[in-house]
């Protein structure tokens, strides 16, 4: 019996080091293949030389915001995490709910538009006639419906050519439903009754390599301060993570989150679970314009455009809370889990536990 426990205690030790040692491997691995694949810029195609910066940023806002409530969710389901070594594979996926408010954003007009000493303007919208508007233009998002463009006619001839032309804008994809990022994550419970998941891949992006990874921490609390009976089935935990998406040149995002998730047992195996998260995205968005050419833009309205600068605008998401309450069911090994929330593109999600081992 004493040489059973010796050699307990001697496998925690060594599989406490190879944690360990995992752990920076992984993060060794991506810095070094974040410093190998580096350098192309990223380039938009000539069908979005319209965009300027400060558009695109407001077209790609809610695409943004679907890539940040994916990595954010998924990050926990049952708060019981129990004192001992555990190690299991998760996969889930997700979709979101496009609010119409989502589908449209307050596009720039040319700086002499509203001029009516320089240019007159006409917007034809829903059968309605609208002269010489000031910026902004109401137009589609990635997930909105069709675009309207601004017609302009010069009333000098000593104004440059470049204010006598119309805009047009891009169209969106008229989504009301979107399927989110996969999640594939490396669960590994340590004996304080921590929750340590781990996700990383890297993927290439116009031949070069876009590195994503991400660390969340879920540590359970409620033994700390006696909140629940030592025979409930109750748990209390907090939750908090950071995640990484780069591409050396032209993305660089960040997300965190923070939390607070409980759950109970109702019914055998049957838990449901519920939390509060507050979360963010950061980053930049930088493209050269493709095989750019001065005679394809050179009478554009847009100072940006005409010049061939490059696309660069703040990543940003219209997501900065949200409430989560799903279902989790367990049919050892595997723990299937559900669950809802309630954010500025309502979610869910749902996927799989697969339990490896514990000890």
Known sequence: MIKTK???????????????????????????????????????????????????????????????????????????????????????????????????????????????????????????????????????????????????????SEVPDSYYKSVAFAEGKDKSFIGGLPVLQLIVGLPTKTDFRIRSIVLPVQDESLVYWGLIVNQRIDHYFHIFSANNSQALALNISFQSITRDAGIDISTFAIGAHWSNL?????????????????????????????????????????????LKFDIESFTSFRVIGGLSYILDPVEFHVDAAYASQPIINGGFKINIGSF
């Open 6 to 156: 010796i050699d307990i205690n001697k496998s925690k030790i060594i599989l406490s080091h190879l944690f360990k040692l995992g752990l920076i491997s992984i993060i060794v691995l991506i810095l070094i293949t974040y410093q190998l694949f580096a350098g192309k810029p990223f380039s938009f195609s000539k069908e979005f030389t319209l965009f300027t910066s400060k558009n695109a940023g407001g077209y790609f806002k809610p695409f943004f915001t679907t890539i940040e409530e994916s990595l954010n969710s998924n990050q926990y389901t049952k708060a019981d995490y129990k004192d001992e070594w555990s190690f299991a594979l998760d996969v889930a996926i997700q979709g979101m709910i496009i609010p119409s408010s989502q589908k449209n954003y307050d596009a720039e007009l040319p700086d002499e538009y509203g001029n009516t000493s320089v240019t007159q303007t006409a917007e034809l919208r829903d059968n309605k006639e609208s002269r010489n508007g000031k910026s902004p233009s109401s137009q589609p998002t990635l997930y909105g419906g069709i675009s309207y463009p601004v017609f302009s006619a010069p009333q000098s």
């Open 266 to 310: 109702i019914y055998n195996n049957l838990y449901v679970y519920s939390g509060l998260q507050y979360e963010s995205m950061t980053g930049t968005f930088e493209a050269v314009r493709e095989n750019f050419s001065t005679e394809d833009v050179a009478n554009s309205p847009y100072p940006e455009i005409r010049e061939g600068r490059n």
